[in-house]
């Protein structure tokens, strides 16, 4: 017998909330994906967690998620069958069932993307991703750098176009042919990454990061509900250390090879009166320097929260004036090998600069 | 029982050529395809050609080609077993087994595309092809023009990439989708279409174009050998009909979103003495106009073709001060009705010309 936790509609928006800082600055509004989860259990749709522990070694996973540019994927709003339509794809093309589906990534709007695909297909959803936070990459994954299989990889948009990419030599592949035909479909593609077995999920998964999405926003939502301190309420929850407060003086933000990619900088308040900070970012958050030293950077998670109400502020929405709490939270264990560092560490993103991380 | 016809390296020699001229200066040359075959040839390898007459309604077949930037492909020499593995993933895919193996166009190297794939997989040729030449876009063939399922297309290349586009709302997408995908490969990609049944081979396929190419090939081999006149030898087993003589004064050619584009202009000898002509192409030779006036367009066939040895100019290579004879050939009559012109008649190229027949 399979324990299955049916998820009530709170439950998701608190997956919303805490999704978003989980983001760690990207990953896109999961408030889209919210309403349409609202939709879909008005109509009668729900959706159940399951354990990647529950599942058998030979059951197979879907992993979605929607890639593109994420100001595109706000202006043509989701409809939740498309991602439905991504898994319904790879289960023609590979003749496999799934037994439940799960993120790619956490942080963000594709955190609920399994949640849509999981009430049209009447599958569980796993509580567990491969990020444990969002990435901009293909090849930022624990799948990656465990060395799974990188295909095949299905891509559908609203439009009725369908791919898979069938196969390819590296992850680094599959990120430039699975960009290019996102490119094409208008920059925005609902995809079913590469099938994983419940062996792999169970050994290269991040596991519960689902229920501690929820956890966070549920933190963060009965903290406002209350007039209490939101960033308290995380800390609670989370492991995590303030890093920062302060004021935004400065965002610059170009949008290249399909990223958006920027440095934002900060003057600091309360104990950082007379310090400043500075991050970088390649739609999410890499490395933030304090007067000059790098003192936090990817893999350990950057979330930028918002100093009143505890939200996520995301690298495509910071304004200048925005009062802002800085806060580091602890990365999956995966990418602090030296194997997960080569995917994910400072390096990856081309600065060159020593991992350390905030919690060693 | 199925007539066989089993092809000598002396017929896939004479295919080269005639099927470089039925490429109407696009297609890419045939010669590297007939080094492959050669090479096949001298392993053992054979292949057989299979009447579309001879296909049961439920048989499916495969049409193949290479897809890309003619230079692209003269620079990445090819490998004859990576148009099999496109076939190869489209039965993977499908779980269709192809009967035989046709061209999507018989003009220039992708008329021995199927060929390579043949020898690989074991199965015959189906003599007919798409196009009756080469066109540019994957909406300019018979198939389209009938309006038959455009999906799905699989492609892949040296490096192992292999995808797969499942759907599309028409032909146009196809074209779009597949085309990136292409480029993202490092502009050349060898693909095989949209699978059909033997049944709509019959129906729409362009038969016995692998038959004419060869014959229209050997003509000109023979007066070569004979020391006579290839041009006259052309028309002596196709209806063409010679439209202009003269010396190539001026070409104009631009690489623009994945195609190559110009103009050419000729002076005069003989009996065009006093007269000019220019080209338009797009890959392929499209409108030809003499002293201003449009007297030959697609889809009629316009081959130009080098005066002293009757082979094909390719828009490609054509240069200053080559002697050239052209002439029009008869195009396929699926491309002359209302909805063959919009496919391929001269406004689909944004010609504003009333399409008129050399041979009205």
Redesign the interface.
Known sequence: MTDLRELSIDDIESLSVGAWILGTGGGGSSYLGLLNMRALYAEGYRVSLMQPADLADDDWVAAVSNMGAPLVGQERLTDSRTIARAVD?ME??TGYRFRGIMALEIGGGNSIQPLMAAAHLGRPVIDADMMGRAYPEAQMTSVAVGDLKP?PL?T?DC???????????TWK?ME??SR??C???GSIASTCKAPRTGREVKDWGIHGTTTKAIEIGHAVREAQRRHEDPIAAILSVEPGKVLYRGKVMDVERRATEGFLRGRTRFDGIDEWKSTSMELAFQNEWIVAWQDGEPIAMSPDLICVLDSVTGEAVGTETIRYGQRVTVIALPCPPVFMTPKGLQHVGPRAFNYDIEFKSVFA
Chains 1, 2 share one sequence.
């Open positions: 794809l023609r093309h295909y299905s559908v439009r009725g176009l369908e791919s898979v990419v069938e196969k390819v030599p592949w430039r042919v290019k035909i490119v094409e479909y």
